[in-house]
């Protein structure tokens, strides 16, 4: 079973920054879009950001010029570089393998998230 251990939030505060970090156990990694999710209290999951094999990158419209999503094929890793934080940033983030819109590929193989708090 795929798995993705997701680290490196914390408590900030806004106009802060963070870079999460996720390393997953998929084989082929390169081959696969990868994705950030976040899901806030009392609210459904929602996509952040993805990134191509190509390395292409989008972004969910809240978040666009203040995160930056990036690989290293060679770690099996995929980053979330947060900039400017707000509060409403607050949530648990975690990491997949990206399939379409919000749904993840691995929808079954969730790791155990990162928590990131957002407050003066």
């Known amino acids: 079973q795929v798995q993705f251990v997701e680290s490196g939030g914390g408590l900030v505060q806004p106009g802060e920054s963070l870079k999460l970090s996720c390393v997953t156990s998929?084989?082929?990694?390169?081959?696969?879009?990868m994705a950030w999710y976040r899901q806030a209290p009392g609210k459904q999951r929602e996509l952040v950001a993805n990134?191509?094999?190509?390395?292409?990158?989008a972004y969910t419209d809240s978040v666009k010029n203040r995160f930056i999503i990036s690989r290293d094929n060679a770690k099996n890793t995929v980053y979330l570089q947060l900039n400017s934080l707000k509060p409403e940033d607050t949530a648990v983030y975690y990491c997949?393998?990206?399939?379409?819109?919000?749904?993840?590929?691995?929808?079954?193989?969730w790791g155990q998230g990162t928590q990131v708090t957002v407050s003066s």
């Open positions: 990134i191509a094999s190509s390395s292409v990158t």
């Open positions: 997949n393998a990206h399939f379409s819109g919000n749904t993840p590929l691995f929808g079954s193989s």
């Open positions: 998929l084989g082929a990694f390169s081959a696969y879009a």
